[in-house]
């Protein structure tokens, strides 16, 4: 009888506890006016507790530290997911409230249960209210807090689209002036003026406007590796990750390599996720950042195999009630991304993987940003490295002065 009353408890719709709450919208977001349909279709995930978490940094210095016993040891997707992977009870008890909830297409694979529901459910499910905010660019269905039963709270780290808002976007450059102890430092930095090069490019049938670029030589001086050989026979791979809606074009990788007189190589794409279209159309492409990752890789790579992965969702997000699936498009591409990613076996794998794209950190919150860098810390237990941007209001993954998980 006592267990009975248990699972009702669980499979039945509960206010329980605020799991996550925003005090005020982050900086630039407003709440548009207007309600949202109930009937209107979401996608979304619950992101399961982690078990042994606790000892993720230690397990990431074991096989990593060159003094270590262990150094070398990196594990495969299957020891990651028996270390790592949420306990089947939590994964069942999940499943049940879902069910009780209403929910449809209810699929686990041990660290994240995603369902299909409707807002008028999650509304009832969270106890929250769902709206449309925006930024004046974006447009997103969010939430500015919301609840899960009691019994679930310590199974559960999150539940997405919620509280999420984010601004993803290319980290090109530094949006702080840069400190005077600093900028005497990088004076001294000086750079060889002929590994700089001018370019006429055309922009009209008759007329051409002169560019300078900074050119692969200069690249590699300024990251310190112009006497660096590489060796492609030792195996290394790398890879760069390509959101909103980006993708590299390969034509212009062609003209890049034409002139900087680059040996010709291409990329490949690896895979595309959460909808993510590899666009080639030189007329409707968006290749911006894709583009500059991979222009830049090649010049400094010199032959070794270049990925890509391209990730699905682009603002603005108005979900058509005619076309249900469009909720597929969430705009949280890190979720999603490094779910993929982790589900991937090492020999599919590359080395490094760079990404350039980052949030303001204050868009961020503290539940979405512990559970990314932690599943970007995993990813070191594969031998896998993630480069991230590092810059003042970026907050991939630079977490550690506020005492949370380090990426």
């Known amino acids: 009888m006592l267990s009975l009353l ?3 408890a669980i499979v039945l719709p509960a206010s329980g506890a605020v799991h996550e709450a925003l005090e005020v919208l982050p900086h630039g977001w407003r709440a548009m006016p207007g309600g949202v349909p109930k009937g ?49 009870e939590a994964q069942n008890n ?11 297409n209810i699929a686990s694979d041990g660290s994240f249960v995603t369902f299909t529901t409707t807002v008028g459910q999650a509304n009832a499910m969270l106890n929250t209210t769902f709206g449309f905010y925006t930024n ?21 780290d999150l539940v997405a689209p919620t509280t999420y808002f984010g601004n993803t976007k290319a980290q090109r450059r530094v949006s702080a002036p840069i400190p005077k102890a600093k900028r005497s430092v990088m004076a001294k930095r000086q750079l060889n003026a002929s590994c700089e090069i001018t370019i006429q490019y055309p922009i009209s049938a008759n007329t051409t406007q002169p560019f300078t670029l900074l050119s692969p030589q200069c690249l590699k001086e300024l990251y310190n590796v112009t006497d660096y050989s590489v060796d492609v026979s030792a195996g290394s791979t790398i890879a760069f990750g390509s959101f909103l809606n980006q993708s590299a074009s390969y034509s212009d990788l062609a003209m890049f390599e034409k002139i900087f007189n680059i040996p010709s190589q291409n990329f490949t794409v690896k895979a595309l996720i959460n909808g993510g279209v590899d666009n080639q159309n030189a007329t409707t492409e968006q290749d911006g950042e894709a583009n500059l990752d991979v222009q830049n890789i090649i010049s400094i790579v010199d032959g070794l195999p270049v990925t890509e992965y391209i990730t699905g969702g682009f603002p603005p997000f ?13 705009n949280e591409p890190y979720l999603n991304y490094y779910q993929y990613l982790l589900a991937q076996p090492n020999s599919n794998l590359p080395y490094v993987i ?26 070191g237990t594969f ?15 630079d977490l550690h002065r506020h005492g949370r998980a380090k990426g």
Do not use: H
């Open 383 to 397: 031998d896998r490295r993630v480069a991230v941007p590092r810059k003042a209001d970026s907050w991939l993954c």
């Open 318 to 330: 108005i979900p058509d009630l005619l076309e249900p699936n469009a909720s597929l498009e969430s």
């Open 94 to 104: 999940v499943t049940s409230w879902l069910q009780g909830c209403g929910a449809s």
């Open 136 to 156: 004046g660019d974006a447009v997103k269905l969010r939430t500015m807090g919301y609840s899960i039963p009691d019994e679930l709270s310590e199974m559960i």
């Open 6 to 8: 248990n699972f009702l």
């Open 40 to 88: 209107m279709k979401m996608t979304m995930q619950v992101a399961l507790a982690y078990q042994n978490i606790d000892q993720l940094e230690a397990k990431l210095a074991y096989v990593s530290t060159p003094c270590s016993p262990g150094y070398g040891k990196y594990i495969d997707v299957g020891e990651q997911t028996s270390m790592f992977a949420a306990p089947m």
């Open 354 to 379: 760079s990404n350039s794209y980052g949030d303001n950190e204050n868009t961020v919150p503290e539940r979405y940003a512990q559970r990314v860098c932690n599943m970007i810390g995993m990813m």
